[in-house]
Each structure stands twice: as structure tokens, then as C-alpha cells.
């Protein structure tokens, strides 16, 4: 596609339920970026994949957050047992190089 | 790991007058050093970025200048218009990007 694709676009849950959030990046594109934006706030790094190295985990925030990248595309970031403090957009980036970073237009999730 | 601190986080500015956004890194080893600009609602996006080994670039009303022995960067944009009024994230990486917390700025007519 043109662009980054995230979805759902918007996603309300029930506190303890599991989501799940699909990013598709640019064809191509070796590198993908999850980050997270809570209100007001600024972009918190989440986890990075490059290509078929292991994917830097370092900015997950508990072990409630897991993320794969299959067949190096398609990405799922995924959240178990959510709570009410993991109401945020989820923004998903992919590059080719290391500074061609686009980012999708992210999915909102609320907690309720 | 990186830590980026970006002042003010609010900015509100008459428009045609200039407005100036700091932003510091703690990693020596950063470098590249993007700004990002997100209008509510939407994605963000890249409006001008700098690499460690050049000290300002400009592109017509954006300007950016990095220095490295202190570690901070900042962004200028001169003559602001009401369409300027975003939120603006600087980022400073080596492998991934480190954002700072954003900066409000407000153009008034």
C-alpha cells in the first residue's frame, strides 16, 4: 500500500479483556516501530523490529505486552488482561533506511 | 538508554512572530535528530530533521540547529501562520527513536 495501515482505527474494551492491534507497513520496508501516545503525552517507545534480528523489547511496558512480526510484514501488538491505564494510541511506524520512518495513523484504544 | 527532554510544552505565539522549540539528549552517540509534527487527530509527521555531522539546516521557514558538545537541538520557525498550531515532537535516535514529551504551539491570528 501507499502507507502505514493500522486497525482497528478506534477499539473500546472491557478492563481484563485481551486486544489485539494489526499494523501493515510500507511494502518493503525492513524496520517496524511500535509507540505509544497517552494523552497529552509524548511518543513512548514500545518495541522495534529490524528485519530477522530479534526484535528490541525494551520499551514494553509490563508482560502483559507481546508483539510479532510474521514473515517480516504484518505486525501484532497484542495486550492481555488490559487495564484502564493502557487507554492510549497505539502509533506503528515501518522505514527502509533508518531515517525514512512513516508512521500509520494509529488506533485509539480505550479501556473502559 | 536515550533520554530527550523538549521546553516549553506549551507555546503560544502572535501570528508572523517566531517561535522556538529546545530539546536535549543524554546520549553522546545520538545521531540524527528529527522533528515531527502532529495536528490533532492525525498521524505525525516529518518536517525537518538534522544529522550529527551539520550544525543547522534550514528549509524555507523551518530552521534547525544542533549542537553537539552541549547536546541540544532546536527548532525555529519564523513568520508563523495559524496552520503552524500543532503539536511538534523532536526525537533523537542511534537505533530507535527517543521523542520528546511534544510542544504545544499556538499561532493566534
Known amino acids: 500500500g501507499a502507507g502505514v495501515s493500522q486497525s482497528p482505527s478506534n477499539k473500546v474494551t472491557e478492563k481484563g479483556k485481551d486486544v489485539e492491534l494489526r499494523c501493515d507497513p510500507i511494502?518493503?520496508?525492513?524496520?517496524l516501530y511500535w509507540y505509544r501516545q497517552s494523552l497529552g503525552q509524548g511518543l513512548e517507545f514500545l518495541i522495534y523490529?529490524?528485519?530477522?534480528?530479534?526484535?528490541?523489547k525494551s520499551g514494553l511496558p509490563s508482560d502483559r505486552f507481546s508483539a510479532e512480526r510474521t514473515g517480516g510484514s504484518v505486525s501484532t501488538l497484542t495486550i492481555q488482561r488490559t487495564q484502564q491505564e493502557d487507554s492510549a494510541v497505539y502509533l506503528c511506524?515501518?522505514?527502509?533506511?533508518?531515517?525514512?520512518?512513516?508512521f500509520g495513523s494509529g488506533t485509539r484504544l480505550t479501556v473502559v | 538508554g536515550e533520554n530527550v527532554e523538549q521546553h516549553p510544552s506549551t507555546l503560544s505565539v502572535q501570528e508572523g512572530d517566531s517561535a522556538v522549540i529546545k530539546c536535549t539528549y543524554s546520549?553522546?552517540?545520538?545521531?540524527?535528530f528529527p522533528w515531527y509534527k502532529q495536528e490533532l487527530g492525525k498521524r505525525p509527521q516529518l518536517i525537518i530533521d538534522?544529522?550529527?555531522?551539520?550544525g543547522e539546516k534550514k528549509d524555507q521557514r523551518i530552521a534547525v540547529t544542533l549542537n553537539k558538545t552541549a547536546k541540544h537541538f532546536s527548532l525555529h520557525i519564523t513568520e508563523t501562520q495559524p496552520e503552524d498550531s500543532a503539536v511538534y515532537f523532536c526525537?533523537?535516535?542511534?537505533?530507535?527513536?527517543?521523542f520528546g514529551t511534544g510542544t504545544s504551539l499556538t499561532v493566534i491570528p
Open positions: 511506524a515501518s522505514s527502509l533506511i533508518d531515517w525514512d520512518y512513516t
Open positions: 511494502s518493503g520496508h525492513t524496520a
Open positions: 523490529f529490524q528485519g530477522n534480528s530479534a526484535p528490541d
Open positions: 546520549d553522546s552517540a545520538s545521531n540524527y
Open positions: 538534522i544529522r550529527s555531522n551539520v
Open positions: 526525537a533523537a535516535t542511534r537505533n530507535q527513536f527517543y
